[in-house]
Structure formats: structure tokens, C-alpha cells
């Protein structure tokens, strides 16, 4: 099955600062790259997606990465905020949708005052 | 609110006992998932259902066991409970099964064996 790394595991910048995130993937046949963002005892919030026909993707201060070739993504946020504070992960899924999301361990963002 | 419904919010049980949980997915989502968060393990897909079937299985164990009703909601039933069970169980519902379509998660139900 797939399996997703995920880098680091607890991320602290300065407030302003940009911060990146990054995943590798196992499986060529997925498609799909979601992040999620999940904030104390909530529920995870996807914050933006990719698909591997696409290389990049940007949603204002948010952008993820794709090399297929490579096999891994990455998420960069620009000018950083306290708001980002917050747990953030990615995940795969595999073409044809006979599976669920598998996700990286999760990278702990820190938004330093 | 992502419009999916998840009841309870908590539960606390004893080792060995068997509990239900249940989802509701957004108006209109066929597909529901059901995902298990622990400290050790991560996020982990357990099983997914698209319109009352089962679609796929994850890492989900011999005693757990859903389904996935007519109106469309689902249910998780844990049995033969143990301490490592303890963890944030969420339910998440997409419009279909195609790969790349959002999936939106539950609140969750945080699940505590004592």
C-alpha cells in the first residue's frame, strides 16, 4: 500500500517568515494530494490539493509542489501568521478511489510573536 | 462546520465492552469514510462505504466492523474493546469515490477505555 513521510515533525518560525512542509509518496498510482490543516481537538480542514496532472497550485498565501518524477509535494505558506498555528498534514490517495487517505505523521507548526 | 455530523462527541467504556458510533454525511455525499487518530499511529483509513457498499478496507481490525444504511448514514461498531483502542474516531464524506474529490471530515467522537 501507499505510505507518506512527512518533514519535519515541529516546524518554528518567526512570525512573517515562510514556512515549508515536505511529504514523499511509495506509490506512483496516486494521484491526488490533499493538506490538511487541524487546530486542538478539532477536525482536520483541507487547505488546499493538487492533482498529478498539475505541477503547482497557489491559493493566496498557500502553495503546494508536486514532482512526480521525484515523488514527493511540498507546502509552502508565505507571511506567516499566528492564525497558522496548527498541526498540518499531508496525504495521498491512490487512482480509481478504492481507498481512503493516507496521511503523513502531521508537522507542528509554530508561528513565533 | 463541514455539514458532517458525528454522535457522540465522547464516550468512555470499560475494556471488553462493544460500542456504536455514528455518522451523518453532508446532504448530497454518497461516499463516507471513517478514519482512526491516535499519538502512536497517526491519522489511519479504516474503511470506506459509497451508496451502502463497502468500497474499501484500511487498517481496520477484525473487531471493528461499519455499514452504511439506506438514508445514506454509517455506523462504527468497536467490540471486545481494549485500552489501545482509545482514540478520536472521525468520519469524513465525499460526493463520490473518484480519488481527487475534497473529503469533509466530522468533529469527531474521542473514544476513552479505561
Known amino acids: 500500500g501507499e505510505n507518506v513521510e512527512q518533514h519535519p515533525s515541529t516546524l518554528s518560525v518567526q512570525e512573517g517568515d515562510s514556512a515549508v512542509i515536505k511529504c514523499t509518496y511509495s506509490?506512483?498510482?496516486?494521484?491526488?494530494f490533499p493538506w490538511y490543516k487541524q487546530e486542538l481537538g478539532k477536525r482536520p480542514q483541507l487547505i488546499i490539493d493538487?492533482?498529478?496532472?498539475?505541477g503547482e497550485k497557489k491559493d493566496q498565501r498557500i502553495a503546494v509542489t508536486l514532482n512526480k518524477t521525484a515523488k514527493h509535494f511540498s507546502l509552502h505558506i508565505t507571511e506567516t501568521q499566528p492564525e497558522d498555528s496548527a498541526v498540518y498534514f499531508c496525504?495521498?490517495?491512490?487512482?480509481?478511489?478504492?481507498?481512503?487517505?493516507?496521511f503523513g505523521k502531521g508537522t507542528h507548526l509554530i508561528i513565533q510573536p | 462546520d463541514s455539514g458532517v455530523t458525528q454522535t457522540p462527541k465522547h464516550l468512555i467504556t470499560a475494556t471488553g465492552q462493544r460500542v456504536t458510533l455514528r455518522c451523518s454525511p453532508r446532504?448530497?455525499?454518497?461516499?463516507v469514510y471513517w478514519y482512526q487518530q491516535s499519538l502512536d499511529q497517526g491519522l489511519q483509513f479504516l474503511i470506506q462505504?459509497?451508496?451502502?457498499?463497502?468500497?474499501a478496507k484500511g487498517n481496520i481490525l477484525e473487531r471493528f466492523s461499519a455499514q452504511q444504511f439506506p438514508d445514506l448514514h454509517s455506523e462504527l461498531n468497536l467490540s471486545s474493546l481494549e485500552l489501545g483502542d482509545s482514540a478520536l474516531y472521525f468520519c469524513?464524506?465525499?460526493?463520490?469515490?473518484?480519488?481527487?474529490?475534497?473529503?469533509?471530515f466530522g468533529p469527531g467522537t474521542r473514544l476513552t477505555v479505561l
Open positions: 496525504a495521498a490517495r491512490i487512482d480509481g478511489g478504492a481507498d481512503g487517505l493516507t
Open positions: 446532504s448530497g455525499d454518497l461516499s
Open positions: 506509490d506512483s498510482a496516486s494521484n491526488y
Open positions: 462505504y459509497y451508496n451502502g457498499e463497502e468500497r
Open positions: 469524513a464524506s465525499s460526493v463520490s469515490s473518484v480519488s481527487y474529490n475534497e473529503q469533509f
Open positions: 493538487i492533482r498529478s496532472n498539475v
